[in-house]
């Protein structure tokens, strides 16, 4: 096989259509590797200058009720690809909310490009919330789950 341009041009095609992000091959001598790059922007946090609240802004917010922020240390896919919470379809999930689970841990596989990727936890604590669903792409970075310590 001869990796001429229009051949490495098909290729690109298939990356740039598909959600693979390389692609590698090897015939004898040669060998080519085409990959996509994935940039994740950062973003911005915005600050506000800091001003002496007066009695009437305190006031204010003692009687506005607490909103209540997620806990736990969360859970983050480390590739793109579909998440499992079970190893297989009719077994039972790795966690659930309320289980508790040690270091080390199973807790889902995340399945990118045919290969089975198991994600373990790096905290010991109790699931409070799972965040996506059986079957369901994620993306880097995405939260998965989120551990209560």
Do not use: H, W
């Not at 909103?67 to 659930?96: R, W």
């Not at 994620?138 to 989120?146: A, H, S």
């Amino acid at each position: 096989m001869k990796f001429d341009i229009e051949y490495i041009e098909k290729l690109s095609k298939i990356i740039a259509d598909t959600g693979l992000t390389e692609i590698s091959l090897e015939d004898g001598e040669q060998a080519i590797t085409i990959r996509k790059e994935i940039v994740v922007a950062p973003q911005a946090v915005a600050t506000a200058p800091i001003a002496q609240p007066s009695a009437a802004t305190v006031a204010s917010t003692a009687e506005t009720p607490k909103v209540e922020t997620k806990k736990g240390t969360p859970v983050v896919s480390p590739m793109v690809g579909t998440f499992y919470s079970a190893p297989s379809p009719d077994a039972e999930p790795f966690v659930s909310v309320g289980k508790s689970i040690n270091k080390g841990d199973k807790v889902c596989i995340i399945e990118a490009m045919k290969l089975m990727n198991e994600i373990e936890s790096e905290v010991t604590g109790k699931v409070v919330e799972i965040c996506v669903q059986d079957g369901q792409p994620v993306e880097f970075g995405q939260v998965l789950m989120y551990i209560e310590e």
